[in-house]
């Protein structure tokens, strides 16, 4: 398995809600969320997001997701979003699966777009988004073939929402785990040679072996020595390497990857406290909790009772 469907199968998105959005005129809105990713599909027409110093305009096939940030604004193209009005409690509430903006005005329909809005475990997501852009490419300008994938998934998400049938939430939420994987590997495929984001290190043929087996066997006793054989590299020239990407050493990385998933073990009151310091690679549960409690400042137990 390559190293970014080994890296995603840790990242789950929950949650998921959508709404149909049409906007008339001169619209604008602003939405203010956290611990959220959003996908835009913009079915006809088009329009432009501010999120911060960042401004994009989105067009008809395009698909967006806008991977970390709290608030953002959306508005009518050709115009400046000065007199958002805001969405938040209208997405909270989602009493209809649709929104209608500025309906009074005389001026024609200029845009019809789905909003798509994922809940995700922040400390498993953490790493992708310290690395990722606000606002990720435009899936259907990015390569031949892309908007023939986003087309039968707007179909998809359309039959679902006009349907109350069994498995609707999870169908719902695993579209979004698509999407999700559909815009990460387009980004990730598009990062120049020089750049340093550590996501070039799932492009490189000999990290993204070390890698995939630290996400696949985080309890295995790893070793730099360990870690260059399945890389197929020497274990200086491994470690330099993986420092120099990544940006931390090997096992740093391995260490904070296995905290992070005890850490959810733990939220979610699964095994024994004894049983995850055996699933994430540590010999004793002293040793575990030491570990844990020097990255939350709590002990494993007392990490658990939070989430009772």
Known sequence: MDALSVLLEDVQLFETKYCYIKGFGDWSYTINRQDTILFYL????????????????????????????????????????????????????????????????????????????????????????????????????????????????????????????????????HWASIMMIECLRTYVESLPEATDNWLMALKDPYLAKALAAMHDAPERNWTIHKLAEVAGMSRSSFAQRFKDVVGVPPLTYLIDYRLRLSARYLRRQQHSISRISELVGYASDSTFSQAFKRVYHVSPKAYRQQFQ
Do not use: W
Not at 57 to 72: C, K, L, P, R, V
Not at 89 to 117: G, M, P
Not at 131 to 150: C, H, K, N, Q, Y
């Open 42 to 173: 913009v079915l006809s027409g088009s329009f432009c997001i501010n999120v911060g110093s960042e401004i994009r305009e989105a067009h008809t096939g395009d698909t967006i997701m806008i991977s970390n940030a709290y608030q953002h604004v959306c508005y009518a193209t050709g115009h400046d979003g000065s007199n958002a009005v805001p969405l938040d409690t209208e997405l909270v509430n989602y009493k209809d699966s649709s929104i209608v903006l500025n309906k009074e005005s005389n001026d024609a329909q200029n845009a019809s777009l789905i909003l798509i809005e994922c809940r995700y475990e922040r400390d498993m997501m953490q790493p992708l988004l310290t690395v990722l852009p606000t606002i990720l490419p435009e899936l259907s300008r990015m390569a031949d073939g892309r908007f023939d994938v986003i087309d039968v998934e707007v179909k998809l998400l359309t039959l679902e929402s006009e349907h109350e049938r069994m498995g609707k939430t999870a169908v719902i939420n």
